[in-house]
Protein backbone atom coordinates (compact mmCIF):
# COMPACT_ATOMS: atom_id res chain seq x y z
CA UNK A 1 0.00 0.00 0.00
CA UNK A 2 1.45 3.39 -1.21
CA UNK A 3 0.99 5.12 1.97
CA UNK A 4 2.08 2.96 4.64
CA UNK A 5 5.02 3.54 6.23
CA UNK A 6 5.65 -0.12 7.55
CA UNK A 7 5.34 -1.35 3.05
CA UNK A 8 7.50 1.91 2.55
CA UNK A 9 10.17 -0.21 5.65
CA UNK A 10 9.66 -3.71 3.65
CA UNK A 11 10.21 -1.81 0.29
CA UNK A 12 13.71 -0.06 1.43
CA UNK A 13 12.32 3.18 0.70
CA UNK A 14 12.30 4.10 4.59
CA UNK A 15 15.21 2.95 6.16
CA UNK A 16 15.21 0.60 9.44
CA UNK A 17 17.30 -1.55 11.65
CA UNK A 18 16.73 -5.22 10.07
CA UNK A 19 16.64 -7.62 12.77
CA UNK A 20 15.28 -10.50 10.54
CA UNK A 21 13.54 -11.30 7.40
CA UNK A 22 12.18 -14.56 5.34
CA UNK A 23 10.17 -14.38 2.61
CA UNK A 24 6.96 -13.69 4.41
CA UNK A 25 8.07 -11.45 7.33
CA UNK A 26 10.38 -8.65 8.13
CA UNK A 27 11.67 -7.56 11.51
CA UNK A 28 13.08 -4.54 12.39
CA UNK A 29 14.34 -2.52 16.21
CA UNK A 30 11.23 -0.06 16.75
CA UNK A 31 12.25 3.57 16.01
CA UNK A 32 10.76 4.44 19.86
CA UNK A 33 11.72 1.75 22.12
CA UNK A 34 9.77 0.68 24.83
CA UNK A 35 12.21 -2.07 26.68
CA UNK A 36 16.05 -2.81 25.99
CA UNK A 37 14.76 -5.20 23.06
CA UNK A 38 11.94 -3.98 21.00
CA UNK A 39 11.15 -5.29 17.78
CA UNK A 40 8.08 -5.39 15.13
CA UNK A 41 7.59 -8.52 13.51
CA UNK A 42 5.76 -7.39 10.36
CA UNK A 43 4.54 -9.60 7.69
CA UNK A 44 5.93 -8.07 4.44
CA UNK A 45 2.71 -8.32 2.52
CA UNK A 46 -0.10 -5.77 3.57
CA UNK A 47 -2.93 -8.06 4.22
CA UNK A 48 -4.58 -6.99 7.47
CA UNK A 49 -4.74 -3.85 9.02
CA UNK A 50 -4.73 -5.49 12.17
CA UNK A 51 -5.70 -8.54 13.92
CA UNK A 52 -9.57 -7.49 13.48
CA UNK A 53 -9.07 -8.45 10.26
CA UNK A 54 -7.34 -11.76 10.87
CA UNK A 55 -9.27 -15.29 9.86
CA UNK A 56 -8.53 -19.05 9.47
CA UNK A 57 -7.14 -17.89 6.14
CA UNK A 58 -4.19 -15.85 7.92
CA UNK A 59 -3.42 -18.73 10.71
CA UNK A 60 -0.17 -20.01 9.29
CA UNK A 61 1.34 -16.61 8.42
CA UNK A 62 0.40 -15.45 11.55
CA UNK A 63 1.76 -18.88 13.31
CA UNK A 64 4.81 -18.00 11.53
CA UNK A 65 5.29 -15.17 12.98
CA UNK A 66 5.11 -16.36 16.62
CA UNK A 67 7.87 -19.24 15.34
CA UNK A 68 10.16 -16.13 14.24
CA UNK A 69 9.44 -14.61 17.57
CA UNK A 70 10.68 -17.56 19.56
CA UNK A 71 13.49 -17.67 17.63
CA UNK A 72 14.52 -14.63 17.74
CA UNK A 73 13.74 -14.38 21.09
CA UNK A 74 16.28 -17.00 21.95
CA UNK A 75 18.90 -15.35 19.08
CA UNK A 76 18.64 -11.91 21.30
CA UNK A 77 18.91 -13.21 24.33
CA UNK A 78 15.31 -13.04 26.17
CA UNK A 79 16.22 -16.21 28.39
CA UNK A 80 13.97 -14.16 31.11
CA UNK A 81 10.83 -13.99 29.53
CA UNK A 82 9.54 -11.73 26.64
CA UNK A 83 6.22 -9.72 25.94
CA UNK A 84 4.41 -10.16 22.19
CA UNK A 85 1.97 -7.32 21.79
CA UNK A 86 -0.26 -6.70 18.90
CA UNK A 87 -2.41 -2.83 18.86
CA UNK A 88 -5.73 -3.81 16.95
CA UNK A 89 -7.75 -0.07 16.75
CA UNK A 90 -8.06 2.43 18.63
CA UNK A 91 -8.93 1.74 21.98
CA UNK A 92 -5.61 -0.08 21.90
CA UNK A 93 -3.52 3.10 20.39
CA UNK A 94 -2.63 1.36 17.00
CA UNK A 95 -1.02 4.12 15.31
CA UNK A 96 0.45 2.44 12.31
CA UNK A 97 -2.42 -0.07 10.37
CA UNK A 98 -0.06 -2.66 8.85
CA UNK A 99 -0.28 -5.57 11.01
CA UNK A 100 2.99 -5.78 13.37
CA UNK A 101 3.97 -7.39 16.11
CA UNK A 102 5.87 -5.82 18.90
CA UNK A 103 8.35 -8.28 20.91
CA UNK A 104 9.37 -6.63 23.75
CA UNK A 105 12.17 -8.26 26.74
CA UNK A 106 15.11 -7.43 28.65
CA UNK A 107 14.04 -6.14 31.43
CA UNK A 108 11.26 -7.33 34.04
CA UNK A 109 7.90 -5.50 32.75
CA UNK A 110 5.20 -4.57 34.73
CA UNK A 111 2.28 -6.76 35.47
CA UNK A 112 -0.31 -4.39 34.14
CA UNK A 113 -1.04 -5.11 30.50
CA UNK A 114 -3.51 -2.19 30.07
P1 LIG B 1 1.39 0.65 17.21
O1 LIG B 1 1.23 1.86 18.10
O2 LIG B 1 0.64 0.87 15.90
O3 LIG B 1 1.07 -0.64 17.87
O4 LIG B 1 2.94 0.55 16.90
C1 LIG B 1 3.58 1.24 15.88
C2 LIG B 1 5.04 1.24 16.24
O5 LIG B 1 5.77 1.61 15.10
C3 LIG B 1 5.41 2.22 17.36
O6 LIG B 1 6.00 1.51 18.44
C4 LIG B 1 6.40 3.17 16.67
O7 LIG B 1 7.46 3.56 17.52
C5 LIG B 1 6.87 2.35 15.49
N1 LIG B 1 7.26 3.15 14.34
C6 LIG B 1 6.54 4.13 13.74
N2 LIG B 1 7.21 4.63 12.69
C7 LIG B 1 8.38 3.93 12.62
C8 LIG B 1 9.50 4.00 11.72
O8 LIG B 1 9.56 4.79 10.77
N3 LIG B 1 10.52 3.15 11.96
C9 LIG B 1 10.49 2.26 12.99
N4 LIG B 1 11.57 1.47 13.14
N5 LIG B 1 9.46 2.16 13.85
C10 LIG B 1 8.42 3.00 13.66
ZN1 LIG C 1 1.62 -1.70 4.81
Do not use: W
Request: some cysteine.
Amino acid sequence: MDSCIFCKIVAGQIPSSKVYEDDLVYAFNDINPLAPVHVLIIPKEHILASAADATEENAALIGHVFAVAAKLAKELGLDGGFRIVTNSGDDACQTVHHLHFHLLGGKKMSEDLA
